[in-house]
């Protein structure tokens, strides 16, 4: 008779991202969360910069602080994001 191995899984860690901080912008506060590249398995669209991120590329998501939910988060390449403000909208560069 042998004694059934009862492997108890340990408690699965949080995802080793980065903590949430309040960043006040003109438009706005928004709550950014730096994403390591590790963690980041897949790519996603900066809207800063209209490129893609491919994973494994550490980066930022923010979301409004006001509005928060999955749908309002946002990935950005981390100098895009301090960029934003530079950009005017409805002004296009080039063409
Ligand atoms: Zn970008």
């Given at each position: 008779?042998?004694?059934?191995?009862?492997?108890?899984?340990?408690?699965?860690?949080?995802?080793?991202?980065?903590?949430?901080?309040?960043?006040?912008?003109?438009?706005?506060?928004?709550?950014i969360r730096?994403?390591?590249?590790?963690?980041?398995?897949?790519a996603y669209?900066?809207?800063?910069c209209?490129?893609?991120?491919?994973?494994?590329?550490?980066?930022?998501?923010?979301?409004?602080?006001?509005?928060p939910?999955?749908?309002?988060?946002?990935?950005w390449?981390?100098?895009?994001w301090?960029?934003?403000m530079?950009?005017?909208?409805?002004?296009r560069v080039?063409?």
């Open positions: 008779m042998s004694p059934r191995r009862v492997r108890r899984r340990p408690d699965p860690a949080p995802p080793p991202s980065g903590p949430e901080q309040i960043e006040s912008w003109p438009d706005g506060d928004w709550v730096l994403v390591p590249g590790a963690v980041s398995v897949k669209r900066c809207p800063g209209d490129q893609e991120i491919p994973a494994g590329m550490p980066h930022l998501v923010a979301w409004p602080s006001l509005n939910g999955p749908a309002e988060r946002r990935h390449h981390r100098p895009c301090h960029r934003r530079q950009r005017r909208p409805g002004r080039g063409r």
